[in-house]
Nanobody
Framework: VQVVESVGGSVQTGGSLKLSCAVS????????MAWFRQAPSKERDGVAA????????????YYADSVKGRFTVSPNNAQNTLYLQMNNLKPDDTALYYC???????????????????WGQGTQVTVAS
């Protein structure tokens, strides 16, 4: 499985950005795709996840409390691209954003735990005050 993020960017407070992530490899190995972020001197935290595996929870999305109502995670139809639409951005959203993929149950996907098997290289998002 390979994971490659698009280039991030810089915006003013209140602005919007959309990140994308290309994910390749067997779909069975990437039932959960997610976004994480890491600010300077802080740990890498989960932001949002999408579960695309089998079962009734297929299509479920999960969000960290800090981004609920502002960020939206979604895949394309082929589930080989994952998007993160970020609205009403705040300076606290400034971080290196990572895309990740792994084979997980829907419950594990929703935990947004920093233990995914496959990671992108990270892309910088800067929100100016």
């Amino acid at each position: 499985v390979q994971v490659v993020e698009s280039v991030g960017g810089s915006v003013q407070t209140g602005g919007s950005l959309k990140l994308s992530c290309a994910v390749s490899g067997p779909i069975s190995s990437r039932s959960c795709m997610a976004w994480f972020r890491q600010a300077p001197s802080k740990e890498r935290d989960g932001v949002a996840a999408f579960y695309g595996g089998p079962g009734r929870d297929s299509g479920s999305t999960y969000y960290a409390d800090s981004v609920k109502g502002r960020f939206t995670v979604s895949p394309n139809n082929a589930q080989n691209t994952l998007y993160l639409q970020m609205n009403n951005l705040k300076p606290d959203d400034t971080a290196l954003y990572y895309c990740a993929a792994d084979r997980k149950s829907p419950w594990a996907c929703g935990w947004l735990k920093n233990d995914f098997a496959y990671w992108g290289q990270g892309t910088q998002v800067t929100v100016a005050s």
